[in-house]
């Protein structure tokens, strides 16, 4: 099966189901959209993340009533130089998207979901650790995998792979 | 050594009850029944518990950084030893995730070498987790034959791989090598007694009024607690979670087997066993159809740019013999873009997010691990109950610390 090419064009995906969601209950909120692969991306504005997470959880159109994943990216030297991503799933719609939010890398923060999903805490310890992205409202944010006094966030890209020596 | 530093000077745990009232016990990371390096900080009063934290980080090892160091095909190694109870389920979200960035379809016979290996993985991890569960609630028994059947599975493992337990199988495009012979008579043997050795367990356990004592009612998630914490897998059906990714979200050829998910409604440690069970029996009927639809052909997909070429090729024909120089040295590249492919492994989601830039080497490779997110159901299963009920809990949700960490 040969890759299909990526479409990004809002026209041809404002038919689906989460960016119709999201277009119309929180406008201004999705900047772009992604099918590729099969699969749908998200890219939602920094301030309105919880909103738009907590409209594709409870409307009825939707029903993205399990978070699966939170994980992040580091795009080192582009600016806005991070991205958390959110993989959603839909239990009764057996679907899955991604929800992605770009982040300055001059002072990387986003609010915490942990208030919609409370599993989603050890995720932004892991990403907070390792990637040194700031959770707003999370309830304990502390490194998690590496020790406490560890300076600098292993998964950075100007981290070199050995450590800093 | 911050760990314990922390904890000497200001416990991590802060006192709700107040005063002299609760004290901190500190489980781990050396403790048997924690299957691992897991560290618990137990806040109790008496011997009921006010409060658990866990503290992990132990056997963090940077996988995802050095995957960032590494050739495509060098990954599939390191993703062994992230579970290391179930590494070929591991190996196969990690090929499943690339070859779905290629745009890569595997031959048939590929396909189920694969969905048997991955069933007779997971039956292999079904039998640690019942084995040290049983063991942890005082059922030796059960270890012993559930370890005389898992030889048998490592056995096989063998066969295949040239390796008990790290097995790196498979490969983008395909498996590494077809299976040799005698293989498949020494699996359908075993297929033919195993399901009599599952009610073995479980003429020793189900009924058994200690075991039932000890795990009936306790350390109960509720299903909407499930979905909040992100619970997936065996633990999150014991709470009436209907899903399943081989059957809702089907990858790798598992539409084409037939096989029914077990559901529970109560949530406690037995719903949980009794899940896991059925998932035996599953697990095992899903290999004899496998067995019985396996076809003749090749076990690597038609690809020289990205598979490495037959031995014999190699030496006949000089394209061949470019391929492979170019594949060992160089990597084969990947187009650019980013996919998650998220398995059910046994223990739960087993989700890989790769995303590529173009070159031989991911940009960043992500393992939403299971046991990670399973380990959020502690506080909802242990707070209030008993201390002895910790080992219940933490054997009920099945974690590997390698899963954990990474």
Redesign the interface.
């Given at each position: 099966m040969p890759l299909e090419p990526a479409i990004t064009d809002m026209e041809l995906l404002k038919d689906r189901v989460a960016v119709a969601c999201l277009l119309a209950g929180l406008p201004g909120a999705l900047l772009a959209a992604k099918f590729d692969r099969n699969e749908l991306t998200l890219i939602v504005d920094q301030v309105q993340i919880v909103e738009a997470l907590r409209l594709l959880r409870d409307s009825t159109e939707t029903q993205f009533n399990a978070l699966a994943d939170v994980t992040s990216v580091d795009l080192y030297p582009a600016e806005p130089r991070f991205e958390v991503i959110y993989s959603l799933i839909s239990y009764a719609r057996r679907e899955r998207i991604r929800v992605k939010v770009p982040i300055s890398g001059l002072d990387p923060y986003v609010e915490s979901v942990t208030p919609l999903w409370m599993g989603a805490s050890p995720f932004e310890r892991e990403i907070f650790d390792l990637m040194g992205i700031r959770f707003q409202n999370h309830p304990d944010l502390r490194r998690i995998l590496m020790p406490d006094e560890w300076e600098g966030h292993p998964l950075r890209k100007d981290y070199p792979v050995e450590g800093y020596r | 050594?911050?760990?314990i530093d922390?904890f000497r000077s200001a416990p991590v745990v802060e006192t709700t009850t107040g005063g002299d009232r609760t004290m901190v016990l500190n489980m781990g990371p050396q403790h048997p029944s924690t299957h691992g390096v897991l560290r618990l900080l137990l806040e109790i009063d008496g011997e009921t518990i006010v409060r658990i934290r866990p503290d992990?980080?132990f056997l963090?090892t940077?996988i995802?950084?050095?995957c960032?160091?590494k050739f495509y095909q060098q990954v599939v190694p390191l993703t062994d030893r992230i579970d290391y109870l179930c590494p070929m389920t591991n190996n196969f979200t990690y090929v499943l995730a690339v070859e779905?960035?290629?745009?890569l379809?595997v031959p048939p016979r590929a396909m189920w070498i694969r969905l048997m290996l991955n069933e007779l993985t997971r039956i292999c991890s079904h039998l640690v987790w019942l084995g040290t569960h049983a063991m942890d609630i005082g059922a030796m028994t059960v270890f012993l034959y559930c370890f005389r059947e898992r030889e048998e599975i490592l056995k096989m493992f063998e066969m295949v791989a040239g390796q008990r337990m790290m097995t790196s199988y498979f490969r983008v495009g395909g498996v590494s090598m077809d299976l040799p012979l005698g293989f498949l008579d020494y699996l359908k043997n075993f297929a033919g007694y195993f399901p009599a050795r599952i009610e073995q367990y479980s003429d020793l356990l189900t009924d058994n009024p200690i075991w039932t004592g000890r795990t009936k009612g306790v350390a109960k998630i509720t299903t909407q607690d499930a979905?909040?914490?992100?619970?997936?897998g065996p633990t999150a059906r014991g709470s009436g979670?209907?899903?399943d990714l081989r059957r809702?979200?089907p990858y790798g050829g598992y539409e084409q087997l037939e096989f029914k998910v077990p559901v529970a409604t109560e949530g406690d440690v037995f719903a949980r066993y009794i899940i896991r069970m059925e998932e035996l029996r599953q697990s095992i009927s899903m290999v004899k159809q496998a067995i019985a639809r396996l076809p003749e052909g090749p076990v690597k997909a038609d690809a020289p740019k990205v598979v490495l070429p037959d031995r014999e090729k190699m030496k006949t024909q000089m394209e061949s013999l470019i391929h492979h120089f170019k594949i060992v040295t160089e990597g084969f590249t990947v187009?650019e873009?980013?996919?998650?492919q998220?398995v059910e492994s046994p223990r739960g989601?087993m989700?890989y997010?790769v995303?590529s830039d173009g070159t031989a080497k991911p940009?960043?490779v992500?393992m939403?691990s299971p046991s990670?997110?399973n380990?959020?159901a502690l506080g909802v299963m242990c707070e209030h109950n008993l201390l002895a009920d910790v080992v219940a809990a933490v054997g009920s949700i099945d974690v590997v610390l390698g899963d954990v960490?990474?």
């Open positions: - | 050594m911050a760990h922390q992990i980080g963090h940077g995802e950084k050095t960032e160091a779905k960035l290629l745009g379809e979905t909040d914490l992100m619970l997936t979670v209907d899903w809702d979200m187009p873009g980013e996919v998650y998220g989601e989700g997010y995303k940009y960043r992500h939403r990670f997110a380990l959020n960490d990474r």
